[in-house]
Protein backbone atom coordinates (compact mmCIF):
# COMPACT_ATOMS: atom_id res chain seq x y z
CA UNK A 1 0.00 0.00 0.00
CA UNK A 2 1.47 3.36 -1.25
CA UNK A 3 1.36 6.55 1.44
CA UNK A 4 -0.33 9.54 -0.30
CA UNK A 5 2.18 12.31 -0.06
CA UNK A 6 1.43 16.07 -0.93
CA UNK A 7 4.40 18.34 -1.74
CA UNK A 8 4.20 22.05 -1.92
CA UNK A 9 6.83 23.86 -4.07
CA UNK A 10 6.81 27.70 -3.09
CA UNK A 11 9.41 28.40 -5.86
CA UNK A 12 10.56 31.94 -5.82
CA UNK A 13 8.08 33.22 -3.54
CA UNK A 14 7.88 34.17 0.31
CA UNK A 15 9.29 36.30 3.12
CA UNK A 16 10.09 36.04 6.84
CA UNK A 17 6.47 37.86 7.31
CA UNK A 18 4.54 36.12 4.93
CA UNK A 19 5.78 32.32 5.71
CA UNK A 20 4.60 32.46 9.38
CA UNK A 21 1.19 33.61 8.36
CA UNK A 22 1.12 30.94 5.85
CA UNK A 23 2.49 28.28 7.64
CA UNK A 24 0.33 28.80 10.98
CA UNK A 25 -3.17 28.92 9.56
CA UNK A 26 -1.98 25.90 7.26
CA UNK A 27 -0.39 23.61 9.87
CA UNK A 28 -3.45 24.37 11.89
CA UNK A 29 -5.57 22.96 9.21
CA UNK A 30 -3.16 20.29 7.83
CA UNK A 31 -2.94 18.75 11.30
CA UNK A 32 -5.90 16.50 10.97
CA UNK A 33 -4.33 14.72 7.80
CA UNK A 34 -0.85 14.44 9.13
CA UNK A 35 -1.04 10.70 9.40
CA UNK A 36 -2.58 9.14 6.10
CA UNK A 37 -1.04 11.50 4.22
CA UNK A 38 2.72 12.17 4.39
CA UNK A 39 3.60 16.31 3.40
CA UNK A 40 6.48 18.16 2.61
CA UNK A 41 7.27 22.02 2.15
CA UNK A 42 10.03 23.19 -0.55
CA UNK A 43 10.74 26.32 0.60
CA UNK A 44 13.82 28.72 -1.28
CA UNK A 45 16.69 27.96 0.67
CA UNK A 46 17.40 31.00 2.69
CA UNK A 47 13.55 30.26 4.18
CA UNK A 48 14.97 26.52 5.41
CA UNK A 49 16.10 27.28 8.93
CA UNK A 50 12.57 29.37 9.39
CA UNK A 51 10.45 26.63 7.81
CA UNK A 52 11.91 23.41 9.69
CA UNK A 53 11.47 25.70 13.10
CA UNK A 54 7.65 26.44 12.15
CA UNK A 55 7.08 22.92 11.06
CA UNK A 56 8.91 21.69 14.07
CA UNK A 57 7.25 18.10 15.69
CA UNK A 58 3.70 18.72 13.59
CA UNK A 59 5.18 15.41 11.15
CA UNK A 60 5.20 17.76 8.10
CA UNK A 61 9.04 17.21 6.30
CA UNK A 62 10.71 20.25 5.21
CA UNK A 63 11.82 19.94 1.30
CA UNK A 64 14.15 21.39 -0.85
CA UNK A 65 14.25 22.66 -4.51
CA UNK A 66 16.73 21.42 -6.27
CA UNK A 67 20.33 20.02 -4.99
CA UNK A 68 23.75 20.74 -6.69
CA UNK A 69 24.81 17.91 -8.72
CA UNK A 70 28.29 18.25 -7.39
CA UNK A 71 29.45 17.33 -3.92
CA UNK A 72 31.61 20.41 -2.62
CA UNK A 73 34.10 23.03 -4.06
CA UNK A 74 33.96 25.61 -6.72
CA UNK A 75 30.57 25.78 -7.57
CA UNK A 76 29.73 29.42 -6.78
CA UNK A 77 25.88 29.71 -6.43
CA UNK A 78 24.98 25.77 -5.64
CA UNK A 79 23.48 24.42 -2.71
CA UNK A 80 24.78 21.39 -1.50
CA UNK A 81 22.76 17.94 -0.60
CA UNK A 82 24.87 17.19 2.05
CA UNK A 83 23.96 20.72 3.39
CA UNK A 84 20.43 20.60 2.91
CA UNK A 85 20.25 17.02 4.92
CA UNK A 86 22.01 18.98 7.50
CA UNK A 87 19.27 21.65 7.58
CA UNK A 88 16.55 18.76 7.93
CA UNK A 89 15.30 18.37 4.31
CA UNK A 90 14.16 15.06 3.68
CA UNK A 91 12.54 15.31 0.28
CA UNK A 92 14.19 17.26 -2.49
CA UNK A 93 12.95 18.38 -5.94
CA UNK A 94 14.97 17.36 -9.11
CA UNK A 95 14.27 17.78 -12.52
CA UNK A 96 11.77 20.65 -12.10
CA UNK A 97 10.64 21.51 -15.50
CA UNK A 98 11.63 25.22 -14.65
CA UNK A 99 14.56 24.13 -14.06
CA UNK A 100 14.85 22.05 -17.21
CA UNK A 101 13.62 24.70 -19.60
CA UNK A 102 14.73 28.16 -17.97
CA UNK A 103 18.47 27.07 -16.13
CA UNK A 104 19.28 24.16 -19.26
CA UNK A 105 19.62 21.54 -16.89
CA UNK A 106 20.06 18.33 -19.01
CA UNK A 107 18.66 15.02 -17.92
CA UNK A 108 22.58 14.15 -17.61
CA UNK A 109 22.81 16.82 -14.49
CA UNK A 110 19.56 16.10 -13.41
CA UNK A 111 20.61 12.47 -12.83
CA UNK A 112 23.61 13.52 -11.20
CA UNK A 113 21.62 15.96 -8.83
CA UNK A 114 19.42 12.61 -8.42
CA UNK A 115 22.44 10.85 -6.88
CA UNK A 116 23.82 13.38 -4.93
CA UNK A 117 20.23 13.83 -3.01
CA UNK A 118 20.24 9.55 -2.95
CA UNK A 119 23.95 9.80 -1.46
CA UNK A 120 22.96 12.59 1.10
CA UNK A 121 20.38 10.08 2.35
CA UNK A 122 17.39 12.12 1.26
CA UNK A 123 14.40 11.36 -1.19
CA UNK A 124 14.63 12.45 -4.53
CA UNK A 125 11.19 13.66 -5.50
CA UNK A 126 12.13 13.49 -9.65
CA UNK A 127 10.13 15.92 -12.00
CA UNK A 128 8.89 14.18 -15.38
CA UNK A 129 6.66 15.54 -17.86
CA UNK A 130 6.54 15.70 -21.81
CA UNK A 131 5.95 19.19 -23.74
CA UNK A 132 2.56 20.27 -25.41
CA UNK A 133 4.54 19.29 -28.87
CA UNK A 134 5.83 15.80 -27.30
CA UNK A 135 2.25 15.39 -26.43
CA UNK A 136 1.15 16.06 -29.55
CA UNK A 137 3.41 14.34 -31.64
CA UNK A 138 2.56 11.53 -29.56
CA UNK A 139 5.94 11.37 -28.22
CA UNK A 140 4.53 11.96 -24.13
CA UNK A 141 6.29 8.99 -22.97
CA UNK A 142 9.39 8.37 -24.82
CA UNK A 143 9.94 11.77 -23.36
CA UNK A 144 9.57 10.76 -20.10
CA UNK A 145 11.13 7.50 -20.17
CA UNK A 146 14.28 9.13 -21.52
CA UNK A 147 13.91 11.36 -18.15
CA UNK A 148 14.04 7.84 -15.92
CA UNK A 149 16.69 6.40 -18.03
CA UNK A 150 18.74 9.24 -17.27
CA UNK A 151 18.30 8.65 -13.76
CA UNK A 152 18.66 5.00 -14.01
CA UNK A 153 22.20 5.43 -15.87
CA UNK A 154 23.23 7.36 -13.38
CA UNK A 155 21.85 5.07 -9.98
CA UNK A 156 21.23 1.80 -11.47
CA UNK A 157 17.84 0.86 -10.44
CA UNK A 158 18.49 0.72 -6.84
CA UNK A 159 18.34 4.70 -7.28
CA UNK A 160 14.84 4.55 -7.85
CA UNK A 161 13.34 2.50 -5.21
CA UNK A 162 11.93 4.56 -2.22
CA UNK A 163 12.29 8.03 -4.52
CA UNK A 164 9.12 9.34 -5.74
CA UNK A 165 7.86 10.48 -9.10
CA UNK A 166 6.26 13.58 -9.79
CA UNK A 167 4.75 13.83 -13.32
CA UNK A 168 4.43 16.90 -14.63
CA UNK A 169 3.45 17.41 -18.32
CA UNK A 170 5.22 20.93 -18.98
CA UNK A 171 2.06 22.50 -20.43
CA UNK A 172 0.29 22.19 -17.62
CA UNK A 173 2.47 23.81 -14.76
CA UNK A 174 1.52 27.26 -13.64
CA UNK A 175 -0.59 27.87 -16.87
CA UNK A 176 -4.07 27.43 -14.99
CA UNK A 177 -4.66 24.41 -17.60
CA UNK A 178 -4.56 21.06 -15.99
CA UNK A 179 -4.33 17.50 -17.40
CA UNK A 180 -7.75 15.58 -17.36
CA UNK A 181 -8.00 12.39 -14.84
CA UNK A 182 -7.27 10.07 -17.46
CA UNK A 183 -4.40 11.85 -19.20
CA UNK A 184 -3.08 11.66 -15.57
CA UNK A 185 -4.07 8.06 -14.87
CA UNK A 186 -2.71 6.36 -18.43
CA UNK A 187 0.63 8.57 -17.80
CA UNK A 188 1.10 7.25 -14.26
CA UNK A 189 0.08 3.64 -15.66
CA UNK A 190 2.40 3.98 -18.17
CA UNK A 191 5.27 5.22 -16.00
CA UNK A 192 4.68 2.40 -13.34
CA UNK A 193 4.71 -0.56 -16.73
CA UNK A 194 7.99 1.43 -17.53
CA UNK A 195 9.64 1.03 -13.85
CA UNK A 196 8.02 -2.87 -14.23
CA UNK A 197 10.11 -3.52 -16.95
CA UNK A 198 13.39 -2.42 -15.37
CA UNK A 199 12.61 -3.94 -12.03
CA UNK A 200 9.97 -5.96 -10.77
CA UNK A 201 7.69 -4.83 -7.87
CA UNK A 202 8.88 -0.88 -8.41
CA UNK A 203 5.90 0.06 -10.73
CA UNK A 204 3.99 -1.07 -7.93
CA UNK A 205 5.81 0.20 -4.95
CA UNK A 206 6.59 3.73 -6.35
CA UNK A 207 4.95 6.84 -5.32
CA UNK A 208 3.75 8.84 -8.70
CA UNK A 209 2.01 12.08 -7.86
CA UNK A 210 0.62 14.19 -9.88
CA UNK A 211 1.67 17.97 -10.53
CA UNK A 212 0.47 21.02 -12.68
CA UNK A 213 -1.87 23.67 -11.22
CA UNK A 214 -3.70 21.60 -9.11
CA UNK A 215 -6.02 23.63 -7.18
CA UNK A 216 -8.91 22.71 -3.99
CA UNK A 217 -11.36 22.94 -7.22
CA UNK A 218 -10.01 19.90 -8.99
CA UNK A 219 -8.34 18.09 -6.49
CA UNK A 220 -10.37 15.10 -5.92
CA UNK A 221 -10.98 14.08 -9.23
CA UNK A 222 -7.35 13.80 -10.20
CA UNK A 223 -6.07 12.37 -7.05
CA UNK A 224 -9.62 9.75 -7.84
CA UNK A 225 -7.66 7.63 -9.74
CA UNK A 226 -5.42 4.57 -7.54
CA UNK A 227 -2.83 5.76 -10.24
CA UNK A 228 -1.85 8.61 -8.24
CA UNK A 229 -0.40 8.62 -5.23
CA UNK A 230 -0.71 12.85 -3.89
CA UNK A 231 0.08 15.69 -5.73
CA UNK A 232 2.89 18.32 -6.59
CA UNK A 233 1.58 22.12 -5.47
CA UNK A 234 3.01 24.82 -6.59
CA UNK A 235 0.89 28.32 -7.21
CA UNK A 236 -1.92 26.89 -4.89
CA UNK A 237 0.50 26.45 -2.10
CA UNK A 238 1.10 29.50 -1.21
CA UNK A 239 -2.58 29.86 0.00
CA UNK A 240 -3.19 28.87 3.24
CA UNK A 241 -7.12 27.45 2.36
CA UNK A 242 -6.41 26.15 -0.77
CA UNK A 243 -3.30 24.06 -0.27
CA UNK A 244 -5.31 22.30 2.80
CA UNK A 245 -8.77 21.78 0.78
CA UNK A 246 -6.11 19.64 -1.45
CA UNK A 247 -4.76 18.18 1.87
CA UNK A 248 -8.26 17.25 2.23
CA UNK A 249 -8.89 16.06 -0.84
CA UNK A 250 -6.35 13.78 -0.99
CA UNK A 251 -6.87 12.73 2.36
CA UNK A 252 -10.13 11.73 1.86
CA UNK A 253 -9.20 9.10 -0.70
CA UNK A 254 -7.54 6.71 1.89
CA UNK A 255 -9.37 7.12 5.39
CA UNK A 256 -11.27 9.25 7.48
CA UNK A 257 -9.35 12.34 9.24
CA UNK A 258 -7.80 11.09 12.36
CA UNK A 259 -9.45 13.21 15.09
CA UNK A 260 -7.08 12.05 18.03
CA UNK A 261 -4.02 14.07 15.77
CA UNK A 262 -5.49 17.35 17.45
CA UNK A 263 -4.04 16.24 20.50
CA UNK A 264 -1.35 15.26 20.07
CA UNK A 265 1.48 18.21 20.49
C1 LIG B 1 5.03 22.97 -9.68
O1 LIG B 1 5.64 24.00 -9.43
O2 LIG B 1 5.58 21.86 -9.57
C2 LIG B 1 3.63 23.08 -10.10
C3 LIG B 1 2.96 21.98 -10.37
O3 LIG B 1 3.12 24.35 -10.20
P1 LIG B 1 1.56 24.75 -10.35
O4 LIG B 1 0.81 23.93 -9.32
O5 LIG B 1 1.52 26.20 -10.06
O6 LIG B 1 1.16 24.39 -11.73
Redesign the pocket.
Known amino acids: MRKPILIA?W?MNGSLHANQALLVRMLARLRPFRKAVDMAICPPFPYLFQVRDLLGYTGISLGAQNASAATSGAHTGEVSATMLQEMGCRYVLVG?S?RRSLYHESNGVVGARFRQVRSAGMTPVL?VGETLEEREQGMAMAAIESQLQAVIDETGMAGLSDSVI?Y?PVW????GRTATPEQVSDTHRAIRQFLERHEAGLGESTRIVY????KAGNAAELFQSSQVDGG?????SLQADEFSDIGTALANTVAEPDSECDTLD
Do not use: D, R
Open positions: NKHECAEAIGTGGSVLIGGA
